[in-house]
C-alpha cells in the first residue's frame, strides 16, 4: 500500500496523468485486458510492453497498457501480424506521434516569429527597401 501511495505521488509529481499511472497488477491488468498474464510477460520479453516495477520488483500497469495491450490483441489477431510487426508498427506509429509533435511546435514557432516580424518596430536593411543605382552599368 505504500508503494501505491509512493507512486501515486510520484507520477503526480511527474506530471503524469491518470492513463500514466501504474496502478494496475499483472493478474488485473490481464483480466482487464482479456489476456492471461503469461502473455503481458511474453510481450514484456519481446518488448512490446514496459511496465513499470515498484521497489519490491512488482510489474504495475497503466491504462494507457492496457490499451496498448488491447492493440497488440487486435493486431494479431484481427489483422494476422505477427508480434515482430506489431512491434514495427507500434514504434512507426510513435515515432509519427513524436514527430506531429515536433512539426506543431515548428509552426508554432514559425507563427511566433511571424507575428514578431510584422511589427513595425523591426529593423529592415536599407539594401531591401532602397535601390543604389550608381555603379551599375546602365
Known amino acids: ?7 501515486a505521488r510520484r507520477s503526480a509529481a511527474d506530471g ?12 488485473v491488468a490481464a483480466e482487464l485486458a482479456g489476456v492471461h498474464p503469461q502473455t503481458l510477460r511474453m510481450y514484456e520479453r519481446k ?8 521497489s519490491g520488483n512488482t510489474r504495475r500497469y497503466s491504462e494507457r497498457d492496457i490499451e496498448r495491450i488491447r492493440t497488440i490483441q487486435e493486431l494479431t489477431q484481427l489483422g494476422g501480424i505477427s508480434l515482430a510487426g506489431v ?3 507500434i514504434e512507426m506509429r510513435e515515432q509519427l506521434e513524436v ?12 507563427q511566433r516569429r511571424a507575428r ?4 513595425p518596430s523591426e529593423i529592415v536593411p536599407l539594401h531591401s527597401v532602397v535601390r543604389f543605382t550608381w555603379g551599375e552599368d546602365a
Open 1 to 7: 500500500m505504500a508503494d501505491e501511495r509512493r507512486d
Open 16 to 27: 503524469r496523468g491518470p492513463q500514466e499511472r501504474a496502478v494496475y497488477i499483472i493478474s
Open 47 to 54: 518488448g512490446l510492453l514496459q511496465p513499470k516495477r515498484t
Open 87 to 89: 512491434k514495427l508498427f
Open 99 to 110: 514527430m506531429q509533435r515536433r512539426a506543431a511546435e515548428l509552426e508554432r514557432e514559425l
Open 116 to 119: 514578431v516580424a510584422s511589427t
